[in-house]
């Protein structure tokens, strides 16, 4: 046994420190990923033409088990995948082979968002947006560091003046106390303004919907923000004070973003394939809503250890 697994065995309380989930909320995943590998291994084995029995080849050094819990680690800490594979016993290569492999499924069973959990059902999609325009929802964006684009078009697409660097940029849409994401759009090139990403995406929402925002958001009719600064004036006491009870209220979007970023995937520079972006992203988004308690996915009876 993994000594990372039979550590979050011993000690359950660790488990959100390790992983960045509850120990039982760890336990649901790996039921839900181990019994979506299992569908999709019984699929494929219907579809394919045999000539031998099946159940030869090589056997796998990790379980299931820990095989999703390194890919946990990953986006949890951020590891090189050679140090991963030492830490679980595997080659680099198989730790990568590893991780790739469960992003995915991952990501399959964790929708990003409440807008994509209902959107595959076109009434309960229409009955949500209803229900959201009795809500001012709070948007903001932010962006990551990612590695230089080898073409230069590319590149100059995605150099952020902001931040001297290349990066994604990412925009979320949660509900008015934080208690779940609304929608997410991730890996747009970091140049692009927040308030023309936001118009880019807004035919998700009613067209009564409203929002609030901060100052990048101005001009856009839609988005309560704050009072600006006049050229050459201050702001009055009184305007002040309704800035920071605009603030106090908008809080709530700081607080999930920096949820989403104690997967230090989402911290740092973005080291994997760029196109694997906004997989990475919406399945951290998944993950937290899972964390946060806004995502609940079926669970069985049974321990990690057990099977």
């Not at 399959?108 to 009434?123: D, G, T």
């Not at 993950?287 to 946060?292: G, H, T």
């Amino acid at each position: 046994m993994n000594n990372i697994l039979k550590h979050i065995e011993e000690n359950p309380k660790e488990t959100q420190r390790l992983i960045g989930l509850e120990y039982e909320q760890l336990q649901q995943l790996i039921q839900n990923a181990e019994r979506l590998h299992y569908e999709k291994q019984a699929l494929l084995e219907s579809q394919k033409v045999r000539i031998i029995a099946g159940g030869g080849g090589r056997k796998q050094k990790l379980s299931l088990r820990e095989q999703i819990i390194l890919t946990l680690v990953y986006l949890r800490h951020l590891t090189t995948f050679q140090l991963l594979g030492i830490q679980f016993g595997v080659s680099e290569s198989t730790a990568n082979d590893t991780f790739n492999y469960w992003l995915p499924y991952l990501r399959e069973l964790m929708p990003s968002s409440l807008i994509e959990q209902v959107k595959k059902n076109a009434s309960d999609y229409e009955v949500v947006k209803e229900i959201l325009t009795d809500y001012e929802l709070i948007i903001d964006s932010y962006e990551q560091v990612r590695e230089r684009p080898g073409d230069n078009n590319e590149q100059k697409k995605y150099f952020s003046g902001k931040k001297s660097n290349h990066t994604f940029k990412s925009q979320m849409i949660i509900l008015p106390d934080g208690s779940d994401i609304v929608d997410v759009v991730a890996g747009e090139p970091g140049p692009k303004s927040d308030i023309t990403l936001f118009r880019e995406y807004r035919s998700e929402f009613d067209t009564k919907q409203r929002f609030k925002g901060d100052k990048a958001y101005i001009g856009e009719d839609l988005i309560t923000t704050p009072i600006k600064k006049p050229r050459n004036r201050e702001l009055t006491t009184e305007q002040k004070e309704q800035n920071k009870m605009f603030s106090s209220k908008r809080i709530f979007i700081e607080h999930r973003i920096r949820s989403v970023k104690i997967f230090r995937v989402v911290q740092e520079r973005f080291r994997l394939n760029p196109h694997k972006y906004e997989q990475v992203i919406l399945t951290i988004c998944g993950l937290v809503r899972l964390r946060i308690r806004a995502l609940i996915l079926p669970l069985e009876i049974s321990a990690i250890s057990s099977g």
